[in-house]
Each structure stands twice: as structure tokens, then as C-alpha cells.
């Protein structure tokens, strides 16, 4: 199964993808669409057709988004939001269906521990996808919640998949 793991943000939205067969995890790609444009509208475009060439380059199967937490500015919760929808709308738009994690939940998954900082985060990217070149923080995160659901949402796609042949 290949899983496509994103880290939503409005100035950087990170991806990573991941095939996972069996207990086996390797790494295919990972990067940064960088927005571009000076409205938020061009920017969230932007991103848009950014995500949309990833899918189409490595044509995940599944795919999984980090939540939103809220934070005290409500205009930047407002605006990653909005990124937020376009790192929903990009998978949905390719028919599949969409993971989704709080960051504690990744952290907890790939670390161990729900508050793990970004170097612990990193270190143990590495340790689960060796010899990986890791194409900025963004990427990283989003390589971690692609991890996350193999660990956790890619028994229950398997599940669906084979359910949804029977019928």
C-alpha cells in the first residue's frame, strides 16, 4: 500500500510517501510544496496544483493529513485551515480516503511519547526509513504521519479494500 502523508501549512505544505507491505516500510519520496503568490487566494491555488502533481507523479493509496490545533491567533488558525482543506480536497479529488491525525498521536506513534520535540521526531525518521534524505522539516513531519498510519490506519484500509471486493 502506498501512503502519502501530509503536513499542512500555508507557506510550506510538507508530503511524504511511504510504501508499506506487511511489516516491511520503505520510503519513496518526500518535499515541500512551496506556495507561491501574494493574495491568499494565489497561494492556496498554488499549493493546490502543487499537491495535485505529487498525486499524479506517485499515485498513493491511501492518505493521511495532520489536524489543526487551534492556537491564541485565530487568523493564523484560519489560514492553516484553509491550507488544511486543500490537503483534504487534493486526496479526495484522487478517490481516496483521508487519515486523519493530532500531532500527539504522530509524535506518540513514531517517538513514543506525545510531546517529542522535531530533532527526536527526525532521529527516528531516520531510524525507521535508513539512508533517507530528509528534504526539510515540513517533509519530515509529513514522513512521520505517513509512518503513523501505516502503524495505525493501514490495517483498517486493507480491511475496507477487501471488504468493499467481496461486495
Known amino acids: ?6 503536513d499542512p501549512g500555508l507557506r510550506n505544505m510538507g508530503w511524504g510517501v511511504i510504501d508499506a507491505k506487511q511489516s516491511r516500510i ?3 519520496a518526500n518535499g515541500i510544496c512551496r506556495s507561491q503568490g501574494k493574495d491568499l487566494a494565489e497561494r492556496l491555488y498554488s499549493l493546490f496544483t502543487e499537491l495535485e502533481k505529487v498525486f499524479q507523479t506517485f ?6 493529513v495532520e489536524t489543526t490545533f ?13 491550507a488544511r ?40 525518521v531516520k531510524l525507521q526509513l535508513p539512508g533517507i534524505l530528509l528534504n526539510g522539516v515540513d517533509a519530515t513531519d509529513a514522513l512521520a504521519i505517513a509512518l503513523c498510519h501505516a502503524h495505525y490506519g493501514c490495517s483498517q484500509d486493507r480491511l475496507r479494500l477487501v471488504v468493499e471486493k467481496v461486495l
Open 85 to 124: 482543506a486543500i490537503a483534504l480536497l487534493v486526496p479526495a479529488k484522487a478517490g481516496l480516503a483521508v487519515s486523519e491525525y493530532a500531532p500527539n498521536k504522530v509524535k506518540k506513534a513514531i517517538v513514543g511519547v506525545g510531546h517529542a520535540d522535531k530533532n527526536q521526531i527526525a532521529h527516528m
Open 26 to 28: 520503505t520510503h519513496v
Open 59 to 64: 499515485n498513493p493509496d491511501t492518505a493521511a
Open 1 to 6: 500500500m502506498r501512503v502519502i502523508g501530509i
Open 70 to 82: 487551534v492556537n491564541k491567533d485565530g487568523a493564523a488558525t484560519l489560514k492553516l485551515g484553509q
